[in-house]
């Protein structure tokens, strides 16, 4: 399967902790995603990093990618209870068609 | 600022009945359109995409059509719905040129086929 996989599939945190969520993956990609999803909503677009970056910050979310182990991983730094969602990686491919998801890490920030 | 609007919400149809899903973007011109179909605590499965009005790709064989008869519209129909065609159905849209690139998602259509 072209898609990523993430790891843990959840996770469970008291407020105020670290999350580090992990995504792996077996092809060459342009770029790698990062989503959010509330329960029963749409998905939200985090961050993007691309192939040639190693590491991105937006806000309280860090982002690092590994492209000779195929890896990626979010971390959030001191959680929110708000932060309570499922977060799914993406790779990009390249092609207007090649962007795949994994299943998602739901997290659970206990307030 | 660009949006994105899909309905209805929340659907609940017969099985053997029709199905249209409506999705259209406000704010941009000739976006790339997706149409995603997310089984229960699963991932995203790519089902259309399309990047221009009248084309439209096929990505799973399957029991389900697209349509983009304008620039910002894209129609998710079935003709005879099946009990394996229930899920939460994301449309989404990307203003790449080459790759996919982000993805900006409506709230989503929930269809349970009873």
């Known amino acids: 399967s072209q898609q990523g996989e993430e790891d843990p599939q959840a996770l469970s945190i008291q407020e105020g902790e670290n999350a580090t969520m992990n995504c792996s993956y077996k092809t060459s990609i342009n770029n790698l995603q990062w989503y959010r999803q509330n329960s029963g909503r749409g998905l939200v677009h985090l961050i993007l990093i691309r192939s040639n970056e190693r590491e991105k910050h937006s806000g309280r979310l860090r982002v690092t990618l590994d492209t000779s182990k195929k890896s990626s991983s979010l971390l959030i730094t001191a959680s929110r209870a708000a932060d309570t969602a499922s977060y799914f990686c993406a790779t990009d491919l390249g092609g207007a068609n090649n962007l795949f998801f994994g299943t998602g890490t739901r997290l659970t920030v206990i307030p | 600022s660009q949006t994105i609007h899909q309905w209805p919400a929340t659907l609940v149809q017969p099985v053997g009945s029709p199905l249209s899903l409506e999705c259209t973007v406000e704010g941009t011109s000739n976006p790339n359109l997706y149409w995603y179909r997310q089984a229960a605590g699963r991932g995203l499965q790519l089902l259309f995409y399309?990047?221009?009005?009248?084309?439209i790709s096929s990505e799973v064989p399957q029991n389900l059509s697209a349509s983009r008869p304008q620039d910002r519209q894209f129609i998710l129909s079935s003709k005879k719905l099946l009990l394996s065609d229930s899920g939460f159905y994301l449309c989404?849209?990307?203003?790449?040129?080459?790759?996919?690139?982000?993805?900006?998602f409506g709230e989503g259509s929930r269809l349970t086929v009873l």
């Open positions: 399309s990047v221009g009005i009248g084309q």
């Open positions: 989404a849209w990307s203003a790449y040129r080459v790759g996919t690139g982000e993805l900006f």
